[in-house]
């Protein structure tokens, strides 16, 4: 990848911050007389160079992206014995230290839809503050209901987002955004706002975390004002992240505790961005004879407050505080950020006009598949690059280049150039191909869907018929699938394997169990497992149980072919009892502990990674909760992995 900007100039340092409270020198004695160092009186705008003006953050819903398809918040670890001598006192601006660490408030999580836009929900405490209402998408308030307060917890705090799937990417979007009374019960002990907002950074969906840390008010719970303070430095408003620091009790030992070290680090980031470089000098030295060791935070840090750059390895993961830090201090970020970044900071990328083109499209194409942009947004990203005409010509040509991000921008503005229907076809399946093989095949789609749209099925289009119905059928345009699919079988030129399994995916997508030829989809499904070819098996295998999962009934030769050919039957193999609290959760009607547990059995790698059977189990117990629609986007995403027809 190409270097991601140019180093820009260094910034000057100025006051944008002003102390709430004075820090006098008198000889070798330096005393703090207020804790909150870093409290500006009300109305202190920054002056002259400060690394950028502070503005405040913005009012009224922000609208959600529709999804198509990091570091955590610190956590307190084990307490010390003793506390910090002396100079501790100087690491973060905050609460004093001997209030509690964490607050036991109740909050739960939310929902998907497309176009949906949040806002803080009025009539309703921190414990059960949302920013989505059933109507637009939220499981309601008594979505816990029946479900054990440990397991939230748990689960909650490990949600596996982003993932793979676009489905469930939606539904963990929405079960965090949903306000709802959690059930009593001893809990962890981290309020269940904290973890929904640290979910919901994980995922990239900052600005609904800013949304959803503000329903808690002025007094916040230390892991809320750090989870505020995350989602705001990933949105480079640098007054709220520093703002939320008064919430942030001064930590025992930034060595061994996340909670103590994040506080350190903040607290430099706001003394520096304040143009105090002296102080920030000075806590960095106390965080040294702390033990606090990371080598990165120290050579930013003094690279922005004083100048003098330390040497320091190149990180592996590219985190909100180091992205924060790489800013102020001016410094070249690594190469690879874009592929290393966490979610939340991907949109800084695309508004970022310094970053490189193949850079740019790199955090779009990331930020498509976890459903922060749709696209539309992705196609707008495609179309920045330019290339020459020799460039344009060589994706016709056996000398293609390597898949890469500019290519698949290529291929984009290739087909929106392309006149002669061969050269269509060549390079819509081109397109397809290439973003399937990269995990991008859903926001390629949906970016492509106009230059689709437009094309009308005819017999000289018939050799991207599979291709086309594929396409549709994942974006739920059944209608404008099936013209492709009786294209494939006119003029008595059936495309035999392709079409039984773009057959088997619209049914599954929106097929009727009380309207289909059970006994023809019954031996089609037996013949298939009877074969010898593996792929064809799989896909047949996970046809049945996916169909029966949705109410279809087969029949019992299905049953007796799956025995014989359950070598078929492979993928990740969650534990036996997180299926059967799957399904326990959904017969009890619990939809918010159901929704967590069906994405924790999907995981970070998508439906087709899993088993058969454990999608399936997810695609039956959303239906049971009465999420038809979910169950089956899930259970065509499942499938659609098995089957290599269409693919380009």
Known sequence: ????????????????????????????????????????????????????????????????????????????????????????????????????????????????????????????????????????????????????????????????????????????????LTG???????????TL????????????????????????????????????????LAQSNEQLACEALKDIPPGRDPAHDAMAAFSVKLSTYCQIAAGNPEIASLTLDLAREEGMDDALFYSLASEAALGIVLRAPEPNGLTIMNFAFY?????????????????????????????????????????????????????????????????????????????????????????????????????????????????LYYPTIEALYPDLDRLVPSDALRPLAPAAARAFIALGERSKAQEWLALMGSGGQMLGRDMRELEGLLRISGGSPDAFDRSKVSAEIASDLKSGVAQTRAYAASEAMLLEALGFQLESSVWDALLDARGALTGQVPPEALLNQLNVASQKRSVGETVMLAIEVIGTNGA??????????????????????????????ALMARSSAGRG
């Open 1 to 176: 990848m190409t270097n991601l900007r140019a180093k820009p100039g260094k910034r000057s340092l100025a006051a944008g911050l002003a102390f709430a409270a004075s820090m006098s020198l008198a000889g070798t004695q330096l005393a703090a007389e207020e804790a909150n160092v870093l409290q500006a009186p009300p109305g202190m705008a920054p002056s002259g160079g400060a690394p950028q003006q502070l503005s405040a953050p913005g009012e009224g819903p922000q609208r959600i992206v529709p999804p198509g398809y990091g570091a955590t918040v610190p956590g307190s670890a084990a307490p010390v014995a003793d506390e910090p001598q002396g100079p501790s006192q100087f690491f973060p601006a905050g609460a004093s230290a001997s209030e509690p660490s964490v607050r036991v408030l109740s909050a739960v999580p939310g929902q998907r839809n497309t176009g949906i836009e949040i806002g803080t929900l009025t009539g309703v405490g921190p414990a059960t503050s949302g920013l989505i209402s059933p109507q637009q998408g939220g499981f309601g308030s008594d979505m816990w209901q029946g479900a054990s307060r440990t397991d939230i917890d748990t689960y909650l705090a490990r949600l596996p987002v982003p993932g793979a799937s676009p489905v469930m990417n939606d539904l963990a979007r929405r079960l965090l």
């Open 180 to 190: 709802a009374q959690p059930p009593s019960g001893a809990g962890s002990g981290i």
């Open 193 to 232: 706002l904290a973890t929904r907002i640290d979910r919901l950074i994980a995922a990239g969906h900052t600005q609904a975390a800013v949304e959803l840390a503000s329903s808690a008010g002025q007094d916040r719970p230390p892991l809320v004002a750090a989870g505020l303070a995350r989602a705001a």
């Open 327 to 439: 800013k102020l201090a001016g410094r070249e970020l690594p190469k690879d950020a874009v592929d290393i970044a966490e979610p939340a900071l991907l949109p800084a990328f695309l508004n970022d006009e310094t970053v490189a083109p193949e850079a740019k499209v790199a955090a779009a194409e990331r930020a498509a598949s976890y459903g922060l942009i749709d696209g539309r947004d992705l196609a707008a990203v495609y179309r920045e690059p330019s290339f020459t005409p020799e460039q344009m010509a060589g994706l016709l040509t056996s000398d293609i280049p390597e898949p890469s991000p500019l290519r698949r921008a290529m291929i984009f503005q290739a087909i929106g150039n392309a006149v002669a229907a061969d050269d269509r076809m060549r390079l819509f399946r081109l397109a397809f191909a290439t973003a399937e093989s990269a995990g």
């Open 608 to 637: 087709g990674a899993v088993h058969p059977r454990a999608a399936a189990q997810a695609v039956s117990s959303l239906r049971t909760v009465n999420l038809e629609s979910e169950a089956r986007r899930l259970a065509l995403e």
